[in-house]
C-alpha cells in the first residue's frame, strides 16, 4: 500500500509524460502543415510541365505556320507583283500549263507529258497532292506549281488565312520535290487585290492566261487542238485541266505544235526569254512597234 505523497508523486510523473507527448505531437502537426502549404505555394507558383508546354505550342489549329520563301531568282524580278498572261519573246514558244493537278492523275498525266515531249507547268492543289507524285513528277522535268490548298480563290481570305493557302501548299511540294514553287495561279483566276498582295507577300508570281481552249466546258479531241492552232501565238500561256480526255489530247496537239513550228516550255522556261506581259495585246506581232 502506497503512502499519500508517493501516489502523489507517480501521478505527477504521469501528467508531465503526457503534456511532453501532447506538446511533441502538436509541433509534428504543425510542421507537417507548414511544409504542406509551402508545397502548395511552390507548386502554384511554379512553370508548368514540359508535356503541358508542348501541347500549348502547338497553338490553335495544331498545323503548320505560314513562313516566307526564299528570294526569286534574279531573272524574275520583272514579274513580280503582276497579272503576267504571257511573256514577250521572240522564241516561237509557249507555255503549257495545266490545272488542278492531284496525287491520283499525276503519273498518267507525267507520263503522257513524256512520251509526247511535251514540256509544262503543273499548277497542284495542296489538299489533293501527295510528296510522292511531287517527287515523281520532278524527276520527270516537270515543273511544279501552286493552285491555293483547297481550290479556293484567296481573294475571299483574311490576310493570314490566304497567306496559309499557298504556303502550305507550297511546303508540300517542296517536300516532294526539293523545290519551291515559284508560280502561283488562282482557282476561276479570281486575285481581287488581297490575292495579289498574297502571292507576292509570299515571293511568288502571279500567272493569267492567254491562250484558253475551255477544256473544261467539254472541249476536248479536235475541238481542242483547233481552238489553240487559231489563237496561237509566241509567248502564249496555254491552259488545260488533268482531265482524262485533255490527257488524251496530247498526241495530237504536239503534232499540231510542231507543224506550226512550235515548241513547248515550262513557265519559268519560257519567262526567261523575254519581258512580262500584262495583256494580250503585247503578245500580238504587231505590238513591238508600239513601243512593247
Known amino acids: 500500500m502506497t503512502t499519500p ?63 516566307s520563301r526564299p528570294a526569286v531568282p534574279a531573272w524574275a524580278a520583272p514579274y513580280q507583283k503582276k497579272l503576267v498572261v504571257g511573256v514577250i519573246t521572240k522564241e516561237p514558244a509557249v507555255a503549257l500549263t495545266i490545272d488542278d493537278v492531284g496525287a491520283q492523275e499525276m503519273k498518267s498525266l507525267v507520263d503522257a507529258l513524256v512520251a509526247n515531249d511535251l514540256h509544262a507547268t503543273l499548277f497542284c492543289s495542296g489538299s489533293q497532292m501527295t510528296t510522292a507524285a511531287a517527287a515523281y513528277a520532278a524527276a520527270n522535268g516537270i515543273e511544279l506549281a501552286n493552285h491555293s490548298w483547297n481550290h479556293t480563290s484567296i481573294g475571299w481570305y483574311r490576310p493570314q488565312a490566304a497567306n496559309e493557302q499557298i504556303m502550305n501548299t507550297a511546303r508540300l511540294l517542296k517536300a516532294g520535290s526539293g523545290e519551291w514553287p515559284l508560280w502561283y495561279r488562282a482557282p476561276f483566276q479570281l486575285y481581287q487585290s488581297q490575292g495579289m498582295r498574297a502571292v507576292a507577300g509570299a515571293g511568288m508570281l502571279a500567272a493569267g492566261v492567254s491562250n484558253d481552249p475551255l477544256d473544261y466546258r467539254g472541249n476536248t479531241g479536235a475541238k481542242l487542238v483547233s481552238h489553240v492552232s487559231r489563237r496561237l501565238k509566241p509567248g502564249q500561256i496555254i491552259l488545260l485541266h488533268h482531265y482524262p480526255q485533255t490527257i488524251a489530247t496530247f498526241p495530237a496537239l504536239a503534232t499540231e505544235l510542231r507543224r ?32 512593247h
Request: with cysteine.
Open 260 to 291: 506550226r513550228g512550235y515548241r513547248t516550255m515550262t513557265l519559268s522556261e519560257l519567262a526567261q526569254t523575254g519581258d512580262p506581259a500584262t495583256s494580250n495585246w503585247q503578245l500580238e506581232p504587231f505590238a513591238r512597234f508600239f513601243g
Open 5 to 67: 505523497g508517493s501516489g502523489y508523486s507517480g501521478c505527477a510523473v504521469r501528467n508531465t509524460l503526457l503534456l511532453i507527448i501532447s506538446g511533441l505531437m502538436l509541433l509534428a502537426l504543425g510542421c507537417q502543415s507548414s511544409v504542406g502549404a509551402k508545397a502548395a505555394l511552390a507548386d502554384k507558383d511554379s512553370p508548368p510541365s514540359s508535356s503541358s508546354a508542348a501541347t500549348s505550342s502547338l497553338g490553335v489549329s495544331g498545323g503548320p505556320q505560314p513562313t
